[in-house]
């Protein structure tokens, strides 16, 4: 099983950026996918969910400024970031899951993670 994640990269405060995250070993029908972050010297936290059903779950911090979608026919994941913040800046885990939820031991499957970095 494999989470390929990519579209991470350096951009200007206010700017976007669009990750991507391509699944691929398994079925992932009925699972959760969705997207951590962790910056340096702080945990990794919770961003965004989205359920087989394609309900979709944020963290507070990026509410309305990211959006997450999944693409069912490549089990391929998408995280536009939108407004981006020099406190969005971390490494970008992509994760698949069948509880779903913020908590990260709900997620049985982690990708390499993608580096987003937001100059002010």
């Known amino acids: 099983v494999q989470l390929q994640a990519s579209g991470g990269g350096l951009v200007q405060a206010g700017g976007s950026l669009r990750l991507s995250c391509a699944a691929s070993?398994?079925?992932?029908?009925?699972?959760?996918m969705g997207w951590f972050r962790q910056a340096p010297g702080k945990e990794r936290e919770f961003v965004a969910a989205?359920?087989?059903?394609?309900?979709?779950y944020y963290s507070d911090s990026v509410k309305g400024r990211f959006t997450i979608s999944r693409y069912y026919a490549n089990n391929t994941v998408y995280l536009q970031m939108n407004s981006l913040k020099p406190e969005d800046t971390a490494v970008y885990y992509c994760?698949?899951?069948?509880?779903?939820?913020?908590?990260?031991?709900?997620?049985?499957?982690w990708g390499q993670g993608t580096q987003v970095t937001v100059s002010s």
């Open positions: 994760v698949a899951g069948v509880r779903g939820g913020s908590y990260a031991k709900n997620y049985d499957y």
């Open positions: 070993g398994r079925t992932f029908s009925g699972y959760f």
């Open positions: 989205i359920s087989w059903s394609g309900r979709t």
